[in-house]
């Protein structure tokens, strides 16, 4: 399997720009989550899906920021306008509901994540 | 709200040497226990996890952690670090919720290998 994959590993733009990020989850991973990783604030959780539908998307900090996924083999996290303060790593999870667990917490999968630098 | 606390950023340890890690957590009923470890310029990878039974737990790597309900912490140990181990590793807590798969993780802690 090849993992969580996230597309660019690198971007660099200027303030005011639109960013665009990119995750395919694992097949089979129903659910899907964005964390951004900065020094200040460490880890955060912005939004997760469950079968491509938004649960939970209080960590989101503010309108500029949206996500998407359209099917179960891909979502997007847009930044737009995209300002300074959004410089990050910006990480794609996944995990698999195990179906029949009475546990609700299966291992999330990280991706490699994405530098973001707003200039 | 849960919460974590990982009270040391940074920790430098001799190769060989004995390894503790520190964490604890705030939430009010018997909360559900990870620690994660990232490499550098990669995501988190899971160590282990505590759900309930045993309080001690095993994870990859000759990782585990005691679970202690009476201090709210949940401690990563490893009785002898190799130079591999360099990584910064995060503690974090999910609600026992049945459906709710969020999870609130610490600040890390940052680990330095020395020969």
């Known amino acids: 399997d090849a993992g969580v994959i996230q597309s660019p590993r690198h971007e660099v733009t200027e303030m005011g720009q639109e960013v665009t990020l990119r995750c395919k989850p694992i097949s089979g991973h129903d659910y899907l989550f964005w964390y951004r990783q900065t020094m200040m604030r460490g880890l955060e959780l912005l939004i997760y899906?469950?079968?491509?539908?938004?649960?939970?998307d209080s960590g989101m900090p503010e309108d500029r920021f949206s996500a998407k996924m359209p099917n179960a083999s891909f979502s997007t996290l847009k930044i737009q306008p995209s300002e300074p303060r959004d410089s990050a790593v910006y990480f794609c999870?996944?995990?698999?509901?195990?179906?029949?667990?009475?546990?609700?917490?299966?291992?999330?999968?990280f991706g490699p994540g994405t530098r973001l630098t707003v200039l | 709200a849960q919460s974590v606390t990982q009270p040391d950023i940074h920790i430098t340890v001799s190769e060989g040497a004995s390894l503790e890690l520190r964490c604890n957590y705030s939430y009010g009923a018997t909360p559900y226990l990870f620690w994660y470890v990232q490499s550098p310029g990669q995501g988190l990878q899971l160590l282990l996890k505590?759900?309930?039974?045993?309080?001690l737990v095993q994870g990859i790597k000759g990782f585990e952690a005691e679970f202690k309900r009476s201090q709210s912490s949940f401690n990563l140990r490893k009785p002898s670090v190799h130079w591999s181990d360099a990584a910064e590793y995060f503690c974090a807590v999910g609600a026992a919720n049945f459906g709710n798969e969020k999870l609130t993780f610490g600040t890390g802690t940052r680990l330095t290998i020395i020969p």
């Open positions: 899906f469950n079968n491509n539908v938004p649960i939970d």
């Open positions: 505590y759900f309930s039974g045993d309080t």
């Open positions: 999870a996944t995990s698999r509901w195990s179906g029949g667990s009475l546990l609700p917490y299966n291992e999330q999968f």
